[in-house]
Nanobody, 122 residues
Framework: QVQLVESGGGLVQAGGSLRLSCVASGRTFSGFVMGWFRQAPGKEREFVKAITWNGGTTNSADSVKGRFTISMDKAKSTVYLEMNSLKSEDTAVYYC???????????????WGQGTQVTVSS
């Protein structure tokens, strides 16, 4: 079956960096868009960044522009989210998702990972 497995979360001080990974398996993802979302306690799931399977960056949330970078390694079926200059407001569970539309809407994505916790201490 389709699986998206995130890793790389953890506890980091404000101003620090983390790199999240998402390994995709179970089907061919060619033509898909891979997205990262996050959800903080009591808040709705929020779009972060997305990239096409062939590595073309699609869009980004304003709150992370200039700090977060998304990339794709097709040979490893892995999408990465490099997060720099982390702030306390970046604290959330981060989810990887796959869908057929380049969209910032969670309901546009068909497959989801289980999430990885990122906690930024101030």
């Amino acid at each position: 079956q389709v699986q998206l497995v995130e890793s790389g979360g953890g506890l980091v001080q404000a101003g620090g960096s983390l790199r999240l990974s998402c390994v995709a398996s179970g089907r061919t993802f060619s033509g898909f868009v891979m997205g990262w979302f996050r959800q903080a306690p009591g808040k709705e799931r929020e779009f972060v960044k997305a990239i096409t399977w062939n590595g073309g960056t699609t869009n980004s949330a304003d709150s992370v522009k200039g700090r977060f970078t998304i990339s794709m390694d097709k040979a490893k079926s892995t999408v990465y989210l490099e997060m720099n200059s982390l702030k306390s407001e970046d604290t959330a569970v981060y989810y990887c998702a796959a869908g057929r539309l380049a969209s910032s809407r969670p309901d546009s994505y068909d497959y989801w990972g289980q999430g990885t916790q990122v906690t930024v201490s101030s």
